[in-house]
């Protein structure tokens, strides 16, 4: 049996933008800071941590815009 993994609360909000982003959610710019931290009832700190785990799951690509490396976030 393997040991579980933790997740943090700024892996669990990157995760359920990641899933917002891929549905089409937002079209263009995400919203704010303090809208998605109020939405996804977290510290604005925690939002900020989320984002920059998505930043590192996305890799820009000559022939894409982006590419999404799955087993990061």
Same mark, same amino acid.
């Given at each position: 049996?393997?040991?579980?993994?933790?997740?943090? *609360? @700024?892996? &669990?909000? #990157?995760?359920?933008?990641?899933?917002?982003?891929?549905?089409?959610?937002?079209?263009? $710019? =995400?919203?704010? *800071? @303090?809208? &998605?931290? #109020?939405?996804?009832?977290?510290?604005?700190?925690?939002?900020?941590?989320?984002?920059? $785990? =998505?930043?590192?799951?996305?890799?820009?690509?000559?022939?894409?815009?982006?590419?999404?490396?799955?087993?990061?976030?």
């Amino acid at each position: 049996m393997s040991a579980l993994h933790r997740l943090s *609360v @700024a892996q &669990l909000s #990157a995760g359920h933008l990641r899933k917002d982003l891929w549905a089409g959610r937002w079209s263009g $710019l =995400l919203p704010g *800071v @303090a809208r &998605l931290a #109020a939405e996804l009832d977290v510290s604005r700190d925690t939002i900020r941590d989320a984002l920059r $785990l =998505l930043e590192r799951m996305f890799e820009h690509s000559p022939r894409t815009a982006m590419i999404a490396d799955e087993g990061r976030c």
